[in-house]
């Protein structure tokens, strides 16, 4: 009876040791992972590396990208691009218009980046898009202020009166969007 309580107590004893040393290593290797995550600097902005991309502190709100700005090269924008873009945020609302299969991450993308300035994005649908899940869309054109994403084998962005026109393959509307 006396060994069983002497094998007892040394069994939890051990139990407790083994626990404070695995909460000690795990807490070192824990800190030694996050002094490992990967930081760039692009002006006054700091990009902190994450497992889906990249994420920056701007005016208290954390954004998230898949890619750094100098990752951006191929995408050129016209010049009064980020004006436009800024007056059709300012409105609070944008119409969205995706003519192209396959696109739905970028459409959805695009949604996170607008609600981050509280727009609210509203799926819409041109004239010359005349299918059914245009039927129950609001039909848009450059009047409104909408952005147009669609499939091409040139990547561009072209701006007409109010309307931000991006066509390119998956890979550029993703890095435009």
């Known amino acids: ?7 007892v107590g040394l069994f939890i004893a051990f ?9 000690i290593y795990g807490r070192n ?14 002006g006054r902005y700091t990009f902190t590396g994450t497992d889906k991309g990249w994420t920056v502190n701007i005016n208290g709100n954390y954004l998230f990208f898949d890619y750094l700005p100098d ?7 016209p010049e009064n691009y980020g004006s436009l873009l800024a007056e ?7 119409y ?14 695009f949604k996170r ?12 649908c041109t004239e010359e898009m005349k299918d059914a899940k245009c039927e129950e869309l609001p039909i ?3 009047k409104n202020f909408a952005v147009i994403f669609g499939s091409a084998e040139e990547g561009e962005i072209k701006m007409n009166d109010n309307c931000i026109l991006i066509n390119g393959d998956v890979s550029f509307l993703n890095k435009a969007a």
Do not use: H, P, W
């Open 71 to 77: 990752e951006l090269d191929e995408v050129n924008f």
């Open 113 to 124: 980046g607008m609600y981050n300035f509280d727009v609210r994005v509203v799926d819409a």
């Open 140 to 142: 848009v054109d450059c």
């Open 96 to 109: 969205f218009v995706v003519d192209g299969a396959g696109l739905e991450y970028v459409k959805e993308k």
């Open 1 to 7: 009876m006396e060994i069983k309580k002497v094998a």
């Open 29 to 42: 290797q824990a800190e030694e992972q996050q002094s490992g995550v990967e930081e760039k600097v692009y």
């Open 88 to 94: 059709g945020i300012g409105k609070g609302k944008v």
């Open 15 to 23: 139990i407790m040791i083994t626990s404070v040393l695995g909460f």
